[in-house]
Nanobody, 121 residues
Framework: QVQLVESGGGLVQPGGSLRLSCVASGRTFYAMGWFRQAPGKEREFVAGIRWSGGSTNYADSVKGRFTISRDNAKNMVYLQMNTLKPEDTAIYYC????????????????WGQGTQVTVSS
């Protein structure tokens, strides 16, 4: 049974930092990603990483501020979020993909339950 469990969300002031973690279990994956959904908006891609090789891709809105990384030995993926803005407020979801796809921005098969990130003063 595949499980993705996120942690690390919370309340942070604008300009602050948070690190999200996701532990994956149940099978091996080709890629992992982070998505987010703000109130009243559709879920959107944030960042993705290939499990082998570690190539990454980011949404334009987070480039230079967020960094995705993985720890193969621990089956974990992280999202380091710096210089947070109020518009980063959303539920953040960890996602995993079991097969190859040319894009890291779509075609995910498994999803975590989400963790709330609120950026506010």
């Amino acid at each position: 049974q595949v499980q993705l469990v996120e942690s690390g969300g919370g309340l942070v002031q604008p300009g602050g930092s948070l690190r999200l973690s996701c532990v994956a279990s149940g099978r091996t994956f080709y890629a992992m990603g982070w998505f987010r959904q703000a109130p009243g908006k559709e879920r959107e891609f944030v960042a993705g990483i290939r499990w082998s090789g570690g190539s990454t891709n980011y949404a334009d809105s987070v480039k230079g501020r967020f960094t995705i990384s993985r720890d193969n030995a621990k089956n974990m993926v992280y999202l380091q979020m710096n210089t947070l803005k109020p518009e980063d407020t959303a539920i953040y979801y960890c996602a995993a993909r079991a097969t190859w796809s040319p894009s890291l921005q779509r075609d995910y098969d498994y999803w975590g339950q989400g963790t709330q990130v609120t950026v506010s003063s």
